[in-house]
C-alpha cells in the first residue's frame, strides 16, 4: 500500500515539474536577448538598478520579468517585456509589503 502512495505521489510530483518547461525551453522561444529585454525595462525607469530577471509565461506571454530597485526607495518596479515583440506588458510598483506576499506565494508554489 505504502509503495503505491509513494508511486502515485512521485508520479504527480514529476507530471507537475514536467507540465512546467524550463528556462533553458523558454529561451529558445525568445526573439528578445535577455540584453535587449533589459535595456527596455531599464529606460522605463530612471537611475533603475536590475536586481532580479527571469523568463517565464505571465498573463498569457513568454516575457522576461525585471525587479528593478530605484535610489531613495525600498519600493520595486517590475516590469514585464513580451520575449516575442519587445513590447512591455506590464509596469508595477511593489512597496516592500508586497514584495514580502509575493515571495511567500512564491515559496508556497516551489
Known amino acids: 500500500m505504502f509503495s503505491l502512495m509513494l508511486g502515485m505521489v512521485l508520479g504527480f510530483v ?8 524550463s528556462e533553458t525551453e523558454l529561451m529558445k522561444q525568445a526573439k ?4 535587449e529585454a533589459e535595456q527596455i525595462a531599464l529606460a ?3 537611475h533603475g538598478v536590475v536586481k532580479s530577471a527571469e523568463i517565464e509565461k505571465e498573463k498569457g506571454h513568454l516575457v522576461w520579468s525585471f525587479d528593478i530597485a530605484k535610489p531613495n526607495t525600498k519600493d520595486i518596479t517590475e516590469i514585464l517585456v513580451d520575449a516575442k515583440t519587445g513590447k512591455i506588458i ?3 510598483t511593489e512597496s516592500p509589503r508586497d514584495q ?6 512564491d515559496k508556497k508554489q516551489n
Open 44 to 46: 522605463k525607469v530612471s
Open 14 to 21: 514529476a507530471v507537475t515539474f514536467a507540465a512546467q518547461p
Open 100 to 105: 514580502a506576499k509575493e515571495a511567500a506565494a
Open 32 to 35: 528578445i536577448t535577455k540584453a
Open 90 to 92: 506590464s509596469t508595477q
